[in-house]
């Protein structure tokens, strides 16, 4: 396939986010998004799969694809940390927030009244993702809203490196965003996805999923900012 341009297969387009063609991949996955549509996208961890937070008939459409449990929540992808303060309640320093994001980590965070109720309307808190990857935050700020965000696997399957992992769901996708092998596609450790770290109580952190940058992470929280470990409920 050339680099950018597109391809069909299995009934789906797929384009490389390479420099070469970036803009015009970014336009069409930006379009795709605005029309209701679901777009994998890979991150600075595992691929994803994309949809904008704030389109109901799109949050619906994650979970038909994942064949996944309603009860188990969505996280939201921001294209920069100011924008995490639209849509959640924020009660650590920004400081914080820039020393984790972008980055592998998962911040859960209390939401606010900017979100769609329909997205996780069993919780009063949402996981923000601000991948240390430029396509995927850049498409964030083109749609100017929050995407949802998870995994580009079918729930309880492995997480996936490849785009050719997950063939499978090409066909219920709009589009493929094909960034290459995200590490090592014989490591387990390179398919933990991201650190899932629950700062919505001040002064406390709770673990929720060791992933990927759980010993950074943590050092950050305790030793730099002084916060609490929480075991997890889990």
């Known amino acids: 396939r050339g680099c950018g341009g597109g391809c069909s297969a299995r009934g789906v ?41 704030q389109s109901s008939q799109a ?22 940390v100011e924008h995490i303060y639209r849509y959640c309640h924020v009660n650590v320093p920004e400081e914080l927030l820039r020393d984790l994001l972008p980055g592998p980590v998962t911040l859960v965070l209390q939401r606010s009244e900017g979100l769609n109720k329909d997205l996780n309307p069993f919780t009063s808190l949402v996981g923000v993702r601000i991948p240390n990857h430029t396509f995927i935050r850049e498409v964030a700020q083109a749609c100017s809203g929050p995407l949802a ?67 950074q992470t943590v050092e950050i929280l305790g030793k730099k900012y002084g916060l609490t470990s929480e075991p997890s409920c889990s």
Do not use: M
């Open 13 to 53: 387009t797929r384009r490389s986010c390479c420099p070469t063609g970036w803009r015009e991949t970014l336009s069409a996955a930006v379009s795709a998004l605005r029309e209701g549509g679901l777009v994998a996208v890979p991150t600075d961890t595992i691929y994803g799969i994309a949809a904008l937070a």
């Open 59 to 80: 949050i619906k459409k994650i979970y038909n694809l994942k064949g996944r449990n309603g009860g188990k929540p969505l996280a939201i992808c921001l294209g920069d």
């Open 149 to 215: 965000l998870t995994s580009a696997n079918i729930s309880t399957r492995a997480s996936t490196l490849t785009v050719s992992e997950f063939q499978d769901l090409w066909p219920q996708l709009s589009l493929v965003i094909d960034g290459g092998a995200i590490g090592d596609i014989q490591s387990p450790e390179c398919r933990l996805g991201s650190t899932v770290v629950d700062l919505s109580v001040s002064g406390k952190y709770t673990v929720i999923r060791p992933g990927c940058a759980l010993t």
